[in-house]
């Protein structure tokens, strides 16, 4: 099998095949165009693109697909950004009148990445992933969706994952995107838990009665807890970790009652000493009223997702676009099948030097579709779009296009819907 290994020094030559080639331009028009319901909406959208050599080119705005088409392929940025849309077009900024140009809308985004972990991971730190702490992904993304779609109502969330490190979410819903500051500011505090930087050691404070949203992440957290701390991360195994465990349990029982640190002494096995921290809970809320719940307080520090909440407070704050390229691992921003949440490896994400590759490999009875093809009277554009759905077809990036497919077919019956009721509300006047 040809090497598909990735050298970033070769971006500059893949990046114009793969926005020739292979970006999914008729799709990611559909989705930000959200089916024309709101005149001018892709228009008055900003997006932004890092080029070579990080040249940093803001308020881009484009009047169609096919504009956008032709500027990212004579561009052709190492990074694509997506922003706010606007009261004016962003590429005319500077000729509005000061003050007047105003973001008005956006999805609510959520940013969720890994070196927010690095206290609660043993197994890399900083860019570093492995399979491992991946699974602190996953459980972000388990608790994070149905919050979302059950606590707030919200149908439309587009899951990506961000090339590298970590993963973005895009509530798409119409009621998303018209959320202000001070709503989309409500929804992230909603939804964060773990409080405080480098310096605090306890960082989950549980009250009582524990809110019903806690308690339905709390199930999705003991669901993964057992395998990803206790197995993988081994915080009861070596001193070190075991001493920053021990420091989050109530000062009563670890010095009061001597029996849980002698117990650690007499038992060495990670989840029988989890047990016992467990038992010490369970004695304590028939007890006491306060810190009844620390091995919750526990489990949720070591687990609980981790927001970049700057991320989704603003209407303006731009966020890496989904199919982007990440210049450093090479591997596609793809969007992230929930019902294959549990087997998605970022590391069998494909790389635009595997993509690129498999563009060249023949595939059987293609030169007998060639030969069909040439038989047929059609015009150059057709041509030419048909060889550019088949192109991407070819790689390993057409499942997740497909995924991208399906969401926005979800999204369209939503348009079709909002559509049908303007045109029902004309006619009524």
């Not at 404070?205 to 669901?223: A, C, G, K, Q």
């Not at 704050?317 to 294959?340: A, C, Q």
Request: proline share 5%; glycine share 4%; with cysteine.
């Amino acid at each position: 099998m040809p090497c598909s290994d990735y050298d970033p020094a070769s971006l500059p030559d893949l990046l114009p095949l793969y926005y020739r080639r292979l970006f999914p331009f008729s799709q990611y028009y559909r989705w930000l165009n959200y089916g024309g319901v709101q005149k001018n909406y892709f228009q008055n959208r900003e997006f932004s693109f890092t080029l070579k050599d990080d040249i940093y080119v803001r308020y881009q705005s484009f009047t169609t697909q096919n504009e956008l088409e032709k500027e990212m392929q004579k561009m052709n940025p190492y990074k694509i950004d997506i922003g706010a849309i606007y009261s004016h077009r962003p590429n005319q900024h500077n000729t509005v009148k000061s003050g007047t140009f105003q973001a008005l809308e956006k999805e609510l985004v959520f940013d969720i990445d890994m070196t927010d972990y690095d206290d609660v991971r043993s197994c890399c730190s900083a860019a570093d992933i492995c399979s491992k702490c991946w699974t602190l992904m996953t459980i972000a993304i388990r608790i994070l969706d149905r919050a979302l779609r059950e606590d707030f109502g919200f149908q439309h969330l587009l899951w990506v994952y961000s090339g590298r490190r970590g993963v973005h979410c895009w509530v798409c819903d119409e009621a998303a995107r018209k959320l202000s500051v001070a709503a989309r500011s409500a929804v992230a505090e909603y939804l964060s838990l773990v409080k405080g930087g480098e310096e605090t050691v306890k960082k989950v404070m549980l009250t009582e009665p524990i809110h019903p949203f806690i308690r339905e992440s709390l199930v999705v957290v003991e669901r993964y807890f057992p395998r990803y701390a206790l197995q993988d991360q081994d915080i009861l195994g070596r001193k070190e970790s075991v001493d920053k465990v021990l420091a989050l349990v109530p000062e009563d029982i670890l010095f009061t009652v001597k029996d849980l640190q002698q117990d650690f002494q007499n038992e060495k096995k990670p989840e029988t000493r989890w047990k016992l921290v467990k038992d010490q809970a369970s004695k304590k809320q028939a007890t006491a009223k306060k810190f009844q719940h620390f091995e919750k307080e526990i489990m949720l520090q070591y687990c609980y997702p981790r927001l970049d909440v700057n991320v989704s407070k603003g209407v303006n704050h731009l966020l890496k676009s989904p199919f982007s390229v990440h210049p450093k691992t090479g591997r596609i921003s793809v969007p992230i099948n929930l019902k294959e949440l549990d087997t998605f490896d970022p590391f069998a994400v494909p790389t635009i030097s595997l993509i690129c590759e498999e563009l060249d490999r023949p595939r059987p009875g293609e030169e007998e579709e060639k030969s069909e093809e040439t038989k047929e009277k059609e015009n150059e554009k057709d041509a030419a779009e048909r060889w550019k759905i088949r192109d991407y077809k070819r790689t390993s990036l057409a499942k997740y296009v497909k995924h991208f497919d399906q969401f926005l077919d979800g999204m369209a019956r939503a348009w079709k819907g909002e559509l049908l009721r303007k045109s029902d509300l004309q006619k009524e006047f």
